[in-house]
């Protein structure tokens, strides 16, 4: 269920196989005084409001991820790769000589301004921050290249899990990769906004299905921020709850130890409403290594099997409810058969949030 990728543009329809002026303080107020009154009832249980709602997502990272080097042809017709075995794939570029870089189209323009035969990348390479000298290749009068292939920003679509009493939200159930190198992308900021789906592509064996989504990148469309991209899903706080959450029923949240093999619902949005959709737990594994695969399911429900032949890439975070109680998220499909795949258990992800 990951595949976030590609420019920022205004209006975009993705398709996957994963602040607004002066409204603030009112909604502020009106979700205080949410928070008083699920104190008031939940005492000491665990309270979120349960999601089930697609939404956009907006990922920037600090500086430039590397993918990888390659050779670029010289003005003299001869082939370098100035890069080779100097940067690894998963780096990031944060600076070029004394410049700044936060950007692909920073690191373009800054390369435009080359005058030197050497140049020095500041590069951050896990929590470590290393400069690296290479000679750029000229290809023509004033054009300069470094023979690497980088990415800096993410997109797409996914499903929100949750919301706690203090305006902080889960989605996804796993983490958000970049689809080349498949590490775990290290994010400098996101944006949460709102969207509609449009169209889904079912889901058949060997062939997993998506959805198609309508996202514009305006003010009056952002939802909240993304704070975090973790192994457990993405995380931040929601600024326009009422945009976003037409029901604020709260529901308690339930431990592994709550968990029982049989009937569940998970909830989502495939046809343009949020509903309850009927599942069985197979499996419950409170040891699994991989933190997002703890729960496997099946998709019983005749209506959802028919709309998406079971479970598509776009529904990573829908809410799995048992006996009314949260106790997880839809993470990944089986690729071999839509009906079934894997969750996550809440309690794994409500640790970025408490």
Known sequence: MRRYWYKKILIIIVTFTIAVGGSYYLIEDQHSQLRQEVSASAESKRMVIPGGMPIGIYLETEGVMVLGTDSVTSVDGMDYEPAAHLVKSGDYIVGLDDEEINSKSELIAAMKKLDE???????????????????????????????????????????????????????????????????????????????????????????????????????????????????????????RIDALFSDQTPIEVGNKDDIEEGDAVIRCSVDGKVKDYDIRITKIDKNTKEVNKGIVIEVTDSELLKLTGGIVQGMSGSPIIQNNKLIGAVTHVFVQDSTKGYGIFIENMLNYVE
């Open 117 to 239: 035969d050497e140049v020095v990348l500041k590069v951050r390479r896990t929590d470590k921050y290393i400069n690296i000298k290479l000679k750029p290749v000229q290809c023509g009068t004033r054009d300069y290249k470094l023979g690497i292939w980088v990415r800096d920003n993410a997109q797409g679509l996914g499903t929100i899990t949750f919301l706690n009493t203090d305006s902080q939200f889960g989605a996804l159930g796993h983490g958000i990769h970049d689809v080349d190198t498949n590490e775990l992308l290290e994010i400098n900021d996101g944006t949460l906004y709102t969207t509609s789906i449009k169209d889904i592509q079912k889901g058949e064996n060997g062939v997993p299905g998506g959805m198609e989504g309508i996202i514009i990148y305006n003010n009056y469309n952002v939802l909240g921020s993304i704070e975090k991209n973790t192994e457990s899903g993405i995380f931040g706080r929601i600024e």
